[in-house]
């Protein structure tokens, strides 16, 4: 599934490929996925740039932010450049007896590892929603998450 990058994010590109500044904005060292139970378009103030502090992350017993890493980027069709997830990431095991409760219906790309305090970098909508069940984890398949420019 391919991702959208936030407004913020397409300034970052954009002002590294003019060698202009970057506004503030720092490329993350660490990338970390967030599985979210609502659309991160309806929970924020300007929909193609959400927030942080306006996602709705799951609260779930065993869950936390995972590292996800990503291939060199490709151009696997004319015109068209693309990187993915080159790791499996798994969360959980969800141990309380709901499991992971709420269905993940998004998942967002953040470069901090907890809180509130940084940036959205991108955002993917998921095909079918995903719970978990009692002792068991969601996991995300390698080359699963694509970034996709053209």
Same mark, same amino acid.
């Given at each position: 599934?391919?991702g959208? =990058?936030?407004d913020?994010?397409d300034?970052a590109? =954009?002002n &590294?490929?003019?060698?202009? %500044? !970057?506004? #503030?904005?720092?490329p993350?060292?660490?990338?970390?996925?967030?599985l !979210?139970?609502a659309?991160?378009?309806?929970?924020a103030?300007?929909?193609?740039?959400p927030q =942080? %502090?306006?996602l709705?992350?799951l609260?779930?017993t #065993?869950?936390t932010r995972?590292?996800?890493t990503f291939t060199?980027?490709?151009?696997p069709?004319?015109?068209?450049s693309?990187?993915?997830?080159?790791?499996?990431i798994?969360f959980?095991? /969800?141990?309380a007896?709901?499991? %992971?409760?709420?269905?993940?219906t /998004?998942g967002?790309?953040v470069?901090?590892?907890?809180?509130?305090?940084?940036e959205?970098?991108?955002t &993917?909508? &998921?095909?079918?929603p995903?719970?978990?069940?009692q002792?068991?984890?969601i996991?995300?398949?390698?080359?699963? !998450?694509?970034f996709?420019?053209?």
């Open positions: 599934m391919s959208n =990058l936030t913020t994010t300034r590109i =954009l &590294w490929i003019t060698g202009t %500044s !970057l506004g #503030g904005w720092t993350p060292s660490t990338a970390y996925i967030a !979210l139970t659309d991160p378009a309806t929970t103030v300007t929909p193609t740039d =942080l %502090s306006e709705t992350e609260a779930a #065993g869950y995972q590292v996800a060199a980027a490709t151009s069709s004319q015109g068209t693309q990187i993915q997830n080159s790791n499996l798994t959980g095991p /969800f141990t007896s709901t499991g %992971s409760g709420t269905p993940t /998004f967002a790309l470069n901090v590892a907890s809180g509130t305090a940084g959205v970098i991108c &993917w909508e &998921w095909d079918t995903i719970t978990a069940p002792n068991q984890s996991t995300i398949p390698i080359a699963n !998450l694509t996709t420019q053209q």
